[in-house]
């Protein structure tokens, strides 16, 4: 069973940064996709950046670009959302999410195609 682990969550101000981190138990890490994805209070998930493997390209929601960087490192079986420039409206239960393969760059935006998901972290952005 692959266990999917966030951390790195917490309160801070707007215009901080914060730095989340995904741990993958899992032995195809590097050739799957990983994700996360964000849910406000009385709001839906949403999509937030998506990975389809280590050399691919990787996408961002357009409320995040410029400003949050998803990174792998394939050695620690982790992944990070560098979240710079932080605003109020960043605040949400942040998600991460893996399959064991690829997938096509159309479905890397669609949370029903991964298949681990963590328990999700708490991020508060509020002067």
């Known amino acids: 069973q692959v266990q999917v682990v966030e951390s790195g969550g917490g309160l801070v101000q707007p215009g901080a940064s914060l730095r989340l981190s995904c741990a993958v138990s899992s032995t195809t890490f590097s050739s799957g996709a990983m994700a996360w994805f964000r849910q406000a209070p009385g709001k839906e998930r949403e999509f937030v950046a998506a990975?389809?493997?280590?050399?691919?390209?990787?996408l961002y929601a357009d409320s995040v670009k410029d400003r949050f960087t998803l990174s792998r490192d394939n050695a620690k079986v982790t992944m990070y959302l560098q979240m710079n420039t932080l605003k109020a409206e960043d605040t949400a239960v942040y998600y991460c999410?893996?399959?064991?393969?690829?997938?096509?760059?159309?479905?890397?935006?669609?949370?029903?195609?991964?298949?681990?998901w963590g328990q999700g972290t708490q991020v508060t952005v509020s002067s």
């Open positions: 999410a893996f399959r064991n393969s690829r997938i096509i760059l159309s479905a890397a935006r669609d949370s029903a195609v991964y298949s681990y």
């Open positions: 990975s389809r493997g280590t050399y691919d390209r990787i």
